[in-house]
């Protein structure tokens, strides 16, 4: 009866040892992942300059070098309340109130790619 038990015993164990080692399952192949691309983005402003001042709205344009996909522009009024939103324009000019006698204004070029390239700030 002994002899039976322990048979019984070591062959489930061998069972068991065989079985745990052929279900090896492959490991997935690792799909390499190719890194974006790195440019120098050469979009950049310049001569940003007031077109317009009626007393309520200034326009400001300036001009763009390299290769501009588009800009946005900031800042602040001088006497800082409210400040001037930031906001995404395709143009190179923009029309914002005039308040509180002028501001400062921040002006930046954007390539394609996301990447910011240079940037002005224009005081009015």
Same mark, same amino acid.
């Given at each position: 009866?002994?002899?039976? @038990? $322990?048979? &019984?015993? $070591?062959?489930? $164990? @061998?069972?068991?040892? @065989?079985?745990?080692?052929? @279900?090896?399952?492959?490991?997935?192949?690792?799909?390499?992942?190719?890194?974006?691309?790195?440019?120098?983005?050469?979009?950049?402003? &310049?001569?940003?300059?007031?077109?317009?001042?009626?007393?309520?709205?200034?326009?400001?344009?300036w001009s763009g070098t390299g290769t501009v996909h588009h800009y946005d522009y900031g800042g602040y009024y001088k006497c800082s309340v409210p400040s001037i939103n930031t906001t995404v324009t395709y143009g190179n000019q923009v029309t914002i109130p005039y308040q509180c006698g002028g501001g400062t204004l921040v002006i930046r070029a954007y390539c394609g790619d996301g990447s910011l390239g240079g940037y002005q700030t224009f005081v009015f």
């Open positions: 009866m002994k002899k039976s @038990i $322990l048979a &019984t015993l $070591l062959a489930g $164990l @061998i069972l068991v040892g @065989i079985y745990s080692f052929t @279900i090896v399952r492959p490991t997935p192949k690792k799909v390499a992942v190719k890194p974006k691309q790195a440019f120098a983005c050469t979009a950049g402003v &310049t001569g940003a300059h007031v077109i317009s001042n009626d007393g309520w709205n200034v326009t400001i344009g």
